[in-house]
């Protein structure tokens, strides 16, 4: 984490667990805790302010809901998605929350791959292959981005 301490505030019990299944959720949690980000989990942020040349994060978390604040030096929010499907659906792709994938990530047409947001896995069986794949290829590449 380029030598910064991190800390992962997640609304539930894992990250990213309203778009993959459970076990995949579980491993993102797993992945990031062993890069070293601690993970407050059932947390909820209430207010960010500045505190001299930092920032202070104030949250709740569960299950007393107690205040608490962290202070940092930075806050980077993930604030979650909706894919637009409009495009994909009239385009005749097979769509639900998303365009839906194989565990391959095709996405209906010959030639035609979706991932990241987007990309729904249309068997839930094959999903935690696919998103795995996807996941370790993100997670490599923002490893050179910084």
Known sequence: MNGKEVILLIRGEASGQRQY???????????YQGQGVALLLH????GVRRQGEGLVAGLRQAPNGRAREIPGAGVV????VKPNVGLARTAGLP???????NQELRA???GLDAAGDLARAADE?????AMLKELV???????FTG
């Open 125 to 129: 069986r094959t999903a935690l292959q």
């Open 108 to 110: 209906g047409h010959p």
């Open 95 to 101: 769509v639900g929350d998303g365009i839906l994938v």
């Open 77 to 80: 929010a993930g604030l979650g």
């Open 21 to 31: 299944p459970g076990d995949l959720a579980r491993v993102l949690n797993d992945d």
């Open 137 to 143: 290829q993100a997670t490599r590449g923002g490893q």
């Open 43 to 46: 947390a909820t942020v209430t």
